[in-house]
Each structure stands twice: as C-alpha cells, then as structure tokens.
C-alpha cells in the first residue's frame, strides 16, 4: 500500500440550522435578547448554530449567558457530535486536531469588556499568532500522513461526489443590469503587437463542445477581460491582466486553455502510472481553488479534457487517485501543488500554462521563494518554453516588477479600468464606529437587510467565531469561514450560505478573494482590512457580473486612520460620494501613510510604463510588515 493509500472518510457532517426561527428578523427586542445578558458570564467561544430546536446557546451557555469564549472554538456549524467536552475542553472526533500546528489548542480566549478577543494560549503549541497560516506555507508534504510523529494526524476528509448532472453543472446566476456597460471600461493593453480583441465568444472560434458549454453556462457576451484576454492566449503570448472583481477573469483563461488542448486532441488518460498535466492552475486558497476546478469541469464538460483539483485538509490520496484517473489541466493550491508532485504522481514535462489567480496575491506575502521553487520544480519547463498567465484585480506596483521575473520579456499587460480600483457596480458606505459599539451596529444593519446575503469581514479566526456565535444567540441563521475550521466544515458553510439556509457567512480574509457566490448583496467590513487591496477584493464579493451590491464598513479612526488616505482614493476613482469626515481623517493626519510606505495606492498602469521599473528590478518586492499583517488567513495548501 503507498503511504497516499488511505481509509475513505465518513461522511460530511450535517448541518441543521435553527428551523423555523425567523425571529431576528423583526424588532430588536425579538433578537433573543435577554437570554443570559450579553457578554457576561462563562461560555463558549463558539457555538454551533446547528440545533434542530431553534436554541443556538446549549444550556450551560444560556445559564450564564455567556460570551466568553471558552476553548480555541472551532465548533460554530457543527451536528451533534459535541465537539466539547462539559468543561469545555475538547474532545477528539475523527482523529483530526491540532494539525494545524495548535491554532486549536489555545484555550481560554474571553472577549474582554473592551471588545477584543483575548485568547489565553497554553503551551500545548497553541495559536501561533497572525501568521499561523503563513508558518505552514508548503508545509503540506507531511500533513496527510499517519501521525507518526504524534502531532499530524491523517487527513482522510474526502469531499461529497459532485452531482453529474447538467443542471447542477451548468447552474449560474443571471448577469445584472449593469452587465452592458462593461463595454464602457476603457482597456488599456501594453506590450508590443498585441492581438486584435474579438467582439463575440464566435470570434473566438471554440469547437462545437466548448461552444456549447459557454452557452449552457448562461454566457451570452464576453466580459472586457475576455475580449482581450482570449485572444492574447490564443496568440501564445504571456499574460499579466488586471480586471475589476467579479468580471469574468476565470472563463478569460480558461477558455482559451481548453480550445488549445482540445484544437491538439489531447485526451486524458488512465493508463499512465504519472500524470503530465498540459495546464497548471494555481490559486491562494482552497475554496477558490475548488471553484476554479468546478469552472473548468464545466467548460470541459463532454470533452476528452480532464480537470483535477488538489488542496490541503482533504485527503492526499483521494487525490492522487483522481489524478491517476487522468490529468489535463491541475488545478492547486500551491502547497499541496508541491507535494503530489515531490511524490512522483504528476511530471511537468509537458505543461504548457501556467496560471496564477490572484497572482498578486501568489507572489505577495513573502511566499515568492514557494513560487520560485515550484516553478524550479523537475522537469517545469522553463518560462520561454511555457505560457505564464496572471490574473489579478490588484497589482502593487512591486508585485508588478516581482511577477516579471515569471514572464517572458514580451508578455502583455492587460488593463480593464482601473488596476486595483473597486467594483463600481458596488455601492461604498462607511459607519464611523468604536470597536465597542461594533457588534449593536451590525444587528442594526442585518435588521434592515433581513434574509438577503450577507459576508461580514472579520480580522481574525477567533472573531469570526465570536462573531457567528453571537449573531446565533441572536437568532440571525449564520455561519462561519476562516483557516481554522476543517475542510469539511468550510466547505459547509459555503454550501449553507450558498443554499440560503444561512443567509449570513462571517469570514476572515481567507474568503476575500475570488469566490463566486450568487446573489451576495452585502458585504460589511465589522474590522476593515489593513491592505486596501484586499479591502478592494472583499467588497467584490457582492456586485458582481453586472448585478449591484452594498458594502458596508465600520471606520474606527483609532484603529483604521492608516487606510482613509486610500480609502478616499478608491471611493473617488469609483466616483462614489467621499463622507466629509474621512476627508478629515486624511487632512488631520491620523491617516499614516507609514504602513506601507514603499506601495503606491495604485498602480494606474502597466509598471513597465513608469521609469523606475527597471531601476528597482532588485529591490525586494516583499514588505514584511504588510506581509504580516494581511496573512492572517491565507493558506499555502
Ligand atoms: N461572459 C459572461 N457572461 C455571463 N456571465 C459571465 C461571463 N463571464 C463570467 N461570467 C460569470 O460572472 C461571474 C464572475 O466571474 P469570475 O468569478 O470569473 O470573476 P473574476 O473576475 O474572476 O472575479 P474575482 O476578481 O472576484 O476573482 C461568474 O459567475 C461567471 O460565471
């Protein structure tokens, strides 16, 4: 038996919302207040919001009331397996903790009467600060196997088999009013000899099979980003492209991938012991990743072409078994990416693209070195005999140069508007609002907006817990996604807010970038981020593909004062109306611009076109201090 061989998993764990509970949605007083008195005696850091009696809080919760998070809770969304013993402690299901190095040994955490979570970590290598995730980087190559050396027990989560039929595959949501005014993006292409744009999916002349699936999937147009990029990758050109959220980058690459690879008949096959996939696709996280797979099985639904995605918290050999099945195109997150090919099962001899999503995001945070060594991994071929293709809605200025260093001199820098610019289908509002007065404000808002979607951003893990937790005592239908919780319980979140059933999904930024999910009309920033790039992708998780969206976001100046500068940048450029008192934040100089003092707000361009690209092709593109702080939650597996 090879080491990836392993037991199947039992299945996924059930969800059961509160039923019939629609309670939050009315007056104040019906929120389930008074049960316990907020913030005041002993509870549970997090609580499931899965009782089938409608009552969020287990007994001893609501005997004391109590939000003072007890355990590194990771329980919120759970059946009734209790995941906590009754002290609290944890108990084992699955032989699945602490495989994340301890992020859920802390134990301990209250929320403090001024409003911040203060986890009390024991030695048991507990929660390892802000860059947990980032302490993991590549280091998915142990993580699945046995736990021999007693701390990294087996990965066996294998996720629910997807539905074959056509519906589910081909279900999209419709494109909104706005999608039309699209074609009034300027665009903006540089490079030498770009190809000319095609006007229709027709220009861009799919076989009959790709033809067909673009249509079932609802496609009707190209997107900006598609007219320009199809035909650039077509062309067998390098690719840098930068196109505002929610605006179609996904089918920009994909689709061009899969005409190529059928137009040359490749055809996936089983009969070999290692898979040589044609095309590399590598995203930041895995539920963005597990979207992209889904894009391209959709596309290539019917064909001889075979996707296959790979990512941490699922069981290794699940995966190398579907890899053996027959390989085109690997979808990955990069950890895990490296890992199936250190173990022998995919060769790189034959690849042909390689693709970065949220390239800027790849090549940010101090993980360049995992990048170089995936792509000085055997046998990659080297960028002149590659097609290297990023995709992006942000690019700094230095992720711009650093990207180069993967392109071919000549590649092409596409431009859909305003690189880094916000969503303008999304509506910005900002809450001037202490951290103390957080949590009244967001029941206040989720009052108004009742069942419809709604993502709350969220600085850390242990908030987003709090923060579901709280919103269920509150009888609000919620559930949470962050770094912490187990693959299975991230991917039923998704699912449950996806379905409705919980209308509201609170994240870290682990679920900032890049995900799909139909009719989200608000997203509120509870803590703003400290990147403004990253506050540019939360906020297009609503207005997408042409609908429009609301984002709220909670402004305390003692905490927030560094990012008003850009903040009023962006909310200009999306000609958005600036509040008269960010202005004052700005000018009265509790807005900082040493966060980040080497980074441009934006870059308005390709960097090529500013003088100083060439010059600074040294200077290390990593600043360690943003690196930090925006890692939280991004995960290199
Ligand atoms: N030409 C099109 N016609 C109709 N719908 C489209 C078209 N292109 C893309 N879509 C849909 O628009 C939605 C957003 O696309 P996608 O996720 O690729 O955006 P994105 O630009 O990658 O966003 P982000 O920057 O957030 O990653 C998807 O549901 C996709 O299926």
Redesign the pocket.
């Known amino acids: 038996m090879d080491d990836w061989e392993e037991e199947e998993t039992p299945t996924v764990t059930t969800y059961s919302p509160p039923e019939g509970n629609d309670s939050w949605k009315s007056e104040r007083s019906e929120f389930g207040r008074g049960r316990g008195g907020r913030g005041r005696g002993r509870g549970r850091g997090s609580e499931s919001s899965n009782h089938t009696d409608g009552d969020s809080w287990n007994s001893s919760a609501r005997e004391t009331g109590g939000f003072r998070g007890r355990g590194r809770s990771r329980g919120f969304g759970r059946n009734n397996q209790s995941e906590f013993s009754e002290n609290g402690n944890e108990v084992n299901e699955n032989g699945f903790r602490g495989r994340r190095g301890g992020g859920r040994g802390g134990r301990g955490g209250r929320f403090r009467q001024d409003g911040e979570w203060s986890g009390q970590n024991d030695s048991r290598g507990g929660y390892r600060g802000k860059d947990e995730e980032v302490l993991s980087a590549g280091g998915d190559q142990n993580q699945d196997k046995d736990g021999a050396d007693g701390e990294r027990p087996r990965v066996t989560y294998v996720p629910p088999t997807l539905p074959e039929d056509e519906d589910s595959i081909f279900s ?2 419709e ?1 909104g009013i706005n999608f039309n005014k699209y074609d009034e993006i300027l665009v903006d292409v540089s490079g030498l000899n770009p190809p000319q744009a095609i006007m229709t999916f027709e220009e861009a002349r799919l076989c009959e099979s790709l033809k067909r699936n673009v249509s079932k ?7 900006p ?2 007219k320009h990029g199809i035909p650039i990758i077509s062309a067998g050109r390098d690719l840098m492209a930068c ?1 505002q ?7 920009a690459f994909l689709l061009p991938i899969l005409q190529q690879l059928m137009a040359d008949g490749v055809a996936a096959s089983h009969f070999s012991d290692i898979q040589e996939p044609e095309a590399l696709i590598l995203a930041p996280t895995r539920d963005l990743i597990n979207q992209i797979f889904l ?1 391209a099985r959709k596309f290539s639904f019917g064909t001889c072409v075979r996707p296959v995605v790979v990512y941490g918290g699922v069981s290794t050999g699940h995966q190398i078994r579907e890899i053996m099945r027959g390989c085109n195109v690997l979808c990955g997150t990069p950890g895990r990416l490296m890992d199936v090919i250190g173990r022998g099962k995919v060769g790189l001899s034959k690849l042909r693209y390689l693709v970065l999503d ?1 390239a800027d995001r790849m090549l940010d945070m101090g993980f360049e070195p995992e990048m170089r060594k995936l792509v000085g991994s055997p046998g990659m071929p080297s960028k002149e005999d590659r097609q290297t293709l990023m ?1 992006s ?1 942000t690019y700094p200025e230095d992720i711009q140069r650093l990207a180069a260093d993967f392109l071919k001199t000549d590649y092409l820098f596409l431009a859909v508007g305003i690189v880094g610019g916000a969503c303008s289908d999304v509506e910005q509002k900002f809450v001037q609002v202490s951290k103390f007065a957080k949590r009244e404000q967001l029941l206040d808002l989720l009052k108004t907006t009742g069942l419809e979607r709604t993502m709350v951003f969220v600085e850390t893990k242990r908030l987003a817990d709090f923060i579901a937790a709280f919103l269920c005592q509150e009888n609000v239908p919620t559930t949470s996604i962050h770094g912490d919780r187990e693959q299975r319980e991230r991917e039923q979140a998704l699912a449950d807010f996806r379905s409705g059933k919980c209308p509201v999904l609170v994240a870290t930024s682990v679920a900032a ?2 995900l ?1 999910i139909p009719d989200v009309q608000h997203v509120v920033n509870f803590d703003l981020p400290k990147d403004i790039d990253e506050y540019v ?1 939360r906020i ?1 998780r609503t207005g ?2 042409g609908n429009t969206g609301r984002a709220v976001s909670f402004f305390d100046a003692d905490v927030d004062g560094q990012l008003a500068r850009s903040l009023v940048t962006i909310l200009s450029k999306a000609q958005q109306e600036v509040p008269s008192w960010l202005e004052e934040c700005v000018f009265s100089g509790s807005s900082s611009s040493s966060y980040n003092p080497c980074r441009k707000p934006f870059a308005s361009t390709d960097s090529r076109k500013m003088g100083s690209f060439q010059d600074n092709q040294n200077q290390s593109a990593v600043q360690p201090a943003a690196a930090a702080a925006a890692a939280e939650e991004e995960e290199w597996e």
């Open positions: 999209h949501y494109t999937s609802g496609y009707v147009k190209p997107t980003v598609q196109a959220t929610g605006s179609g980058k996904t089918a894009e949220e995709f809605a970038r890049g799909d992708h297009g997408r593909c």
